[in-house]
């Protein structure tokens, strides 16, 4: 029996809202013919997906829907982007990322590495803002792509993708950016931002199922399929279409087009209660990322002289569902490579918690976590020897 | 999500002997706040020698709250000879079990038990302490990223039986960031396995003489012991099938199974190890 949690876990995955269920169930249901058949069935489930990708494409404020890819998952649209990219310009050999990029990113772009491309990762600094001097001399005219996050997963630190994008082109280089944190909750106008080629989205983090994603290729951008079959996806991603996925994602889409102005009022207020509420009441504590440019729905806040793994488990007690940038909460030994990119201290890094929300949270489990949080603070610091330190 | 069991969540929630000891006979602290893990160890004796009181403190993830716990109720009433025998292992009984990833928090457990004993014989200038002492900081750093030392590995390779550079990762952090050591590790296993399996100096040409079923169980113990777990390493694995003659017939598993490099492996280490190990007849074919 799971139990009901309150969640404040938005940017692991979300919660599939009532509407995109209700909008899937016909498909895996009656509705279950191939939208490839030359039937007539076939052809109103093809219908179906094209109305979603109109979703989509009104979402991203795109062109047209035809700019729209469907794919299993973000990660398939940043591995897509990129291979396509180094695939359709064969003779640029740079990739230019970021320090701060999702595994999705920093892994592919790492393995061009070992194929001979040559890749440069802009540092951050302490917020874990780019350094623009930095990204300005590191492209060049031997630049293939530039891959650089709308937003990020860890802080929700928001980069100005505009400006690089036209960067990218200067130099005749192609910018991809990976929105998976920042759709439905930074406004899009992709129609007018010419200089963003391409842009991955998952549905999962928009109250859609898990299994499915977009990549935005911008009208007259060349493309090389990454998944190789059929003839699916106007030939640019074979295999048969997740139809029921693909709905659901597309009413996502509508949801979250309705619902961005409800991310950056109510959503925001509801963080920026919690966030205020623990500074002011909780020694030690620092807001790790750029507040100035930040998402409505993220903060991450470190707990100095505790360790992460332990705050979660105390939280976790109370059915409250956070993440955390230690080391100890994924087997991994070393803390999230964002926070160390950001050069944060040791001492708040291993006790970095995410509380990041989506629209169904509420001010009730805003007050309920604020009342548990001293109290566990207060437990662990109690058994820690830097804090019985520090106090000296 | 780890699944710790109850035994390891109680001790986690209800932490036993927490606190400092102002007048404690000796005090250790290992591990460092980089490394996302440290703990204080407090020690009193009584007149006879047997520690009367323990405290501690911990910065880390619930599992080494809870084996800084379950240590404190373990060597309180032991001698020091009594308590300078007490190994991860004996931190783990009493919890029950550790997720493997987590034996690590076991092993820091053991090792400020063990310099907390060396600061106590410091502090009365006794002998034995300076071995204990001394034993961890003669050791060369391997791993420079957590600060582990090869006698530190040997250490807790041979308390826990430990075969390949991931187990040792799982139990000192070792090669758990950024990863250079790895190949370092693997080698001091494989000499430690050499010396304590005593295999190194065994007779080439006995082999032939053994009876086919023995034969089968030398070539089994070889591959557990010295192929599968480089293998494993890699994220591929090993099966023993046949052995016709003096040819070994083997299936090469997971990674290995598609590898473009399988026939190179076959030879130059399935094939190799036979031949260092047990006879150089033998050849190595896949089955």
Redesign the interface.
């Known amino acids: 029996m799971i139990r009901k949690a309150v969640y404040f876990d938005n940017n692991a995955t979300t919660r599939v809202a009532p509407e995109v269920r209700d909008a899937m169930l016909p498909f895996l249901d009656e509705f279950y013919a191939n939208p490839s058949s030359i039937h007539r069935f076939g052809g109103q489930l093809a219908a179906c997906v094209e109305e979603a990708r109109a979703k989509m494409a009104a979402l991203l404020g795109a062109e047209q829907p035809s700019e729209i890819l469907f794919t299993s998952c973000g990660t398939e649209s940043d591995s897509s982007a990129l291979l396509s990219a180094a695939s359709t310009c064969p003779k640029r050999r740079k990739i230019v990322t970021t320090t701060v990029e999702h595994p999705a990113i920093l892994n592919r772009v790492r393995d061009l590495a070992r194929h001979g491309y040559r890749v440069t990762e802009i540092p951050v600094d302490g917020k874990g803002r780019l350094d623009m001097d930095f990204v300005r001399t590191a492209i060049d005219d031997d630049t293939l792509i530039v891959s650089i996050m709308w937003a990020n997963n860890e802080t929700g630190n928001v980069y100005p993708v505009e400006e690089l994008s036209e960067m990218a082109h200067s130099v005749g280089a192609l910018f991809h950016t990976d929105a998976v944190q920042a759709v439905g909750k930074v406004p899009f106008r992709l129609s007018s931002m010419p200089g963003i080629d391409m842009l991955s989205l998952s549905g999962h983090k928009v109250h859609a199922p898990k299994g499915v994603g977009a990549l935005y290729i911008r009208r007259g951008v060349r493309f090389h399929p990454f998944v190789l079959g059929g003839h699916q996806e106007s030939g640019r991603r074979a295999g048969t279409e997740n139809v029921a996925s693909i709905v659901g994602m597309g009413k996502a889409a509508e949801l979250a087009l309705a619902g961005i102005e409800e991310e950056n009022t109510r959503v925001r207020a509801l963080r920026d209660k919690l966030e205020k509420a623990v500074l002011e009441t909780i020694p030690c504590v620092r807001v790790n990322g750029d507040p100035e440019h930040r998402l409505p729905n993220t903060t991450n806040i470190s707990f100095e ?6 705050i979660l ?1 105390l939280l976790d ?1 109370d059915n409250i569902c956070a993440s955390s940038g ?4 994924t ?5 999230s490579h964002v926070l160390r990119a950001m050069g944060v201290p ?2 708040a890094a ?1 006790g970095a918690i995410r509380f990041s929300f989506s629209r169904y949270n509420t001010e009730e489990e805003v007050d309920f976590t604020l009342s548990k949080l001293p109290g566990i603070m207060e437990k662990l610091r ?5 804090w ?1 330190r520090r106090n000296k | 999500m ?1 699944n ?1 069991n109850e035994k390891v969540m109680d001790h ?2 209800n ?1 036993r002997n ?1 606190g ?1 000891m102002a007048d404690a006979d000796a005090v250790a ?1 290992v591990g460092n ?2 490394c ?5 160890l407090y020690l009193k004796l009584d007149e006879a020698g047997k520690i009367s009181d323990v405290k501690f ?6 599992s ?2 809870a084996s800084s716990s379950a240590l404190t109720e373990l060597v309180k009433g032991m001698t020091l000879e009594e308590a300078s025998k007490v190994t991860n292992r004996d931190i783990v009984a009493i919890l029950g079990d550790l ?1 493997e ?2 034996m690590h928090c076991s092993v820091m457990g053991m090792e400020a038990l063990q310099a907390a004993i060396a600061d106590y014989r410091k502090k009365k200038g006794l002998p034995g302490g300076e071995e204990l002492k001394n034993e961890d900081h003669e050791g060369r750093i391997v791993c420079k ?2 600060g582990v030392t090869d006698v530190q590995i040997r250490n807790v390779a041979r308390i826990n039986h430990l075969k390949t550079a991931a187990q040792i ?1 799982e139990y000192t ?1 070792a090669g ?2 950024c990863g250079h050591c790895l190949d370092k590790i693997q080698e001091i296993l494989d000499d430690l396995n050499r010396e304590t399996a005593g295999e190194g100096d065994r007779p080439k040409d006995e082999f032939s003489a053994l009876t086919p079923v023995r034969k089968i169980l030398r070539i089994q113990d070889v591959i557990d012991k010295e192929i599968r777990p480089r293998l494993e390493h890699d994220g591929g694995s090993i099966e023993l099938i046949d052995l016709d003659g003096s040819t070994v017939k083997v299936r090469l598993k997971g990674v290995c199974a598609t590898c473009p490099n399988a026939t190179l492996t076959l030879r130059k280490l399935v094939q190799a190890k036979l031949n260092e190990y047990l006879s150089p007849d033998l050849t190595v074919e896949e089955a």
């Open positions: 002289y505790i360790e992460g793994e332990s488990m007690l230690s080391a100890c909460t087997g991994s030994l070393e803390p040791y001492t291993h109690a058994i820690s020897p830097y019985s | 780890w710790y986690f929630l932490p927490v400092e602290e706040m980089s996302g893990d440290a703990l204080k403190q911990t910065f880390g993830c619930a080494a709250i997720p990833e987590k990223c957590f990762t952090k758990g960031a």
